[in-house]
């Protein structure tokens, strides 16, 4: 039995495609089934279909499965817009307001419209509007806590961002929705970074200054889907291992290249030599553990980042040295030799297996 | 027995969690605003500008008034020193150290480099004066620079508009009448040792700020750590309904600042609380 709209949609993709497989092997006179079997195997597809359509509104078919992604898509800027009109309908008529009402009304939109995103994912099986909602849920929590800082002069805080990583989790994991559990980790991202600046002296707000800052954030999000079981949510794993990867990378990226921002006293020379090494060390890492442990988006995401490394690395000492045409002609061969080595790789089952 | 996470419960957690959230951030307001205030301040409309109105600040409700500081510089020739930025005389190298920056000298190899250079800013409690010594001080140097250049122009002969004779007047004019005259004075990290150096609590506002440090290190000229105000983190003062029609109803408060000459258009009583974060007590509009 599925737990969510997404297993639920992945099964009846493979009753789709067993159905076209079986039909084929039928009329190429592999299997032949009594009728008794296959009216067995159709009625029982028909009933889980049923059974998923009603519970999660799934795509039956290919059409509606392009439909569906037209709707997604819809969702989400729905979602942007209507969070931003919120935004911007609290900015417009706040004046009008004196300070007690100002603070019922953060409140009851903050929670009026946590209640409106509960009753509707009760009441419709897509997750669409749900998805609508939760977004409109989560700006108003942000905007409330925001605008009574606003109100009151409280004084910026990163402590901030604990209540609102949890409302969005709160809300992703409820709703199952990969957009909020993104703005939750971006939260997270964002405190756990202040939080390390905070201990060398620094403001918090000039986290982002010293890029190793990131790296705890990146480590606690990358072990957070292995310590806790995510199987009832589909692509949670995954968005937690990219965000990680993303937090690592990135930072060591700026720091393989701009050495003096490091809080290392080295040399400049020495810091990004050592930010080169380990950002092809841990993304070919990145890449051996991926197709170990059948993580797609890891081995993608180390893929993206060794390449990058590789290129940056190129420009440093090729860029000024090489005609251009050779210049790319040489970046051209490395891609061909990285897909020679991946495809031994795949060969010997390397990245075999389905991502999790 | 295993415990299943219901619809019930992401309800309960959902609404403690944003009724906790508001709980803690309006009593950290109560708890700020409780007792007598920290110090209270008759600010004009010298010290508080209104908050810009293009852009997307034309949508924005509500009005901002945003606290007008200076910070007096060493350099008594520096023409105007507006509010950010403020290198003062006294943020010098054992006040920066008092404040946590390493200040120890940098070997020649490595002066100038962006991570020795630029070391990261840090929180430190600000004391704000009200039309003190350093205001006058202020003044001081703008009547010996009008002085000076008004001398330097009857010599030459160059006194019209656009002469520097011309602008050191209108500057004297406007530090006279228009300028803020809200001084950063002293920086430090015990409040209690700042309140008990600047008891007056009508004159001096702790406040929270930024600090950051410089390496100063030109051509022929001594290598030292400066010292600058960042930021005031709560310069941004909200304005309650109640006060917000009368100070947008002065005569000349559409302008953010007072016009040189013309006076302020409103006056408003600034407290700070506990955690140093300002409210308007009362605002009146000035008679012109």
Not at chain 1, 48 to 62: M, N, P
Not at chain 1, 77 to 100: C, E, I, K, M, P
Not at chain 2, 169 to 184: G, I
């Amino acid at each position: 039995m599925t737990d969510s709209r997404t297993a639920a949609q992945l099964r009846a993709d493979e009753i789709r495609a067993f159905g076209d497989e079986l039909a084929r092997l039928e009329r190429e006179g592999v299997i032949a089934l009594t009728p008794a079997q296959r009216d067995a195997i159709a009625a029982h597809h028909r009933g889980l279909l049923a059974q998923f359509a009603q519970e999660f509104d799934i795509d039956r078919d290919v059409r509606a499965k392009q439909l569906s992604l037209g709707m997604r898509i819809a969702s989400f800027l729905g979602a942007l817009a209507l969070a931003a009109s919120v935004f911007f309908l609290f900015r417009q008529f706040w004046d009008r307001f004196a300070t007690s009402a100002q603070v019922v009304i953060l409140i009851g939109a903050a929670l009026g419209t946590f209640g409106a995103t509960l009753w509707i994912q009760r009441r419709e099986s897509s997750g669409y509007f749900t998805k609508l909602a939760a977004m409109v849920a989560f700006a108003c929590f942000v905007i409330n806590i925001a605008l009574l800082g606003q109100i009151f002069n409280i004084t910026p805080s990163d402590k901030a961002l604990i209540p609102w990583a949890a409302f969005a989790l709160l809300l992703a994991y409820t709703c199952d929705l990969r957009l909020l559990l993104a703005a939750g980790i971006l939260c997270i991202i964002a405190w756990v970074s202040a939080r390390t600046g905070t201990w060398s002296g620094m403001y918090w707000l000039h986290f982002g200054e010293r890029p190793e800052n990131f790296f705890p954030a990146a480590v606690l999000l990358f072990l957070a889907p292995q310590l806790i079981p995510h199987g009832r949510f589909t692509g949670f794993g995954p968005i937690y291992r990219v965000f990680a990867l993303l937090t690592l990378f990135l930072p060591m990226l700026v720091l393989a290249n701009y050495g003096r921002i490091s809080y290392f006293g080295f040399e400049e020379d020495a810091i990004e030599g050592f930010y080169q090494v380990m950002g092809f060390v841990l993304s070919a890492g990145a890449i051996w553990l991926g197709a170990r442990r059948h993580w797609n988006d890891v081995v993608n995401t180390g893929s993206v980042f060794f390449v990058i490394f590789l290129y940056t690395k190129f420009f440093d000492w090729w860029w000024d040295v090489m005609p251009k045409y050779l210049f790319f002609l040489v970046l051209g061969l490395t891609a061909v030799l990285l897909l020679f080595i991946m495809r031994r790789l795949r060969a010997k089952g390397l990245f075999g297996g389905s991502a999790r | 027995m295993t415990f299943t996470w219901t619809r019930t419960h992401t309800l309960a957690a959902g609404l403690a969690l944003i009724v906790l959230t508001n709980a803690i951030a309006l009593g950290g307001v109560a708890w700020n605003r409780s007792g007598e205030p920290e110090s209270v301040l008759k600010l004009s409309q010298r010290e508080l500008a209104r908050s810009r109105d293009y852009g997307l600040g034309r949508e924005e409700g509500g009005l901002q008034l945003r606290m007008r500081w200076r910070a007096l510089p060493a350099d008594s020739n520096t023409d105007y020193y507006w509010e950010f930025q403020g290198a003062p005389e006294w943020l010098d190298k054992a006040k920066l150290a008092s404040l946590g920056f390493d200040v120890s000298p940098l070997p020649p190899a490595r002066r100038g480099t962006w991570r020795e250079d630029r070391q990261l800013p840090r929180e430190a409690l600000i004391v704000l004066e009200l039309d003190g010594p350093a205001y006058q001080k202020a003044l001081e140097r703008a009547r010996a620079r009008a002085a000076r250049e008004a001398a330097k122009g009857a010599k030459t002969g160059k006194t019209g508009p656009g002469t520097s004779a011309e602008q050191a007047a209108t500057q004297l004019r406007n530090e006279e009448t228009a300028s803020s005259r809200l001084f950063a004075v002293d920086a430090g990290r015990d409040a209690q040792a700042l309140r008990a150096k600047y008891p007056d609590r009508a004159r001096y506002a702790i406040v929270q700020g930024k600090v950051r440090v410089t390496y100063l290190s030109g051509r022929g000229k001594e290598a030292r750590w400066t010292g600058h105000i960042d930021d005031i983190l709560n310069d941004q003062i909200n304005v309650p309904l109640e006060f917000r029609k009368m100070i947008e109803s002065a005569p000349g408060t559409v302008r953010r600042f007072p016009a040189a000459g013309s006076g302020p258009a409103f006056e408003v009583t600034v407290a700070f609380g506990r955690r140093f974060e300002p409210w308007i007590v009362s605002a009146t509009a000035q008679a012109k």
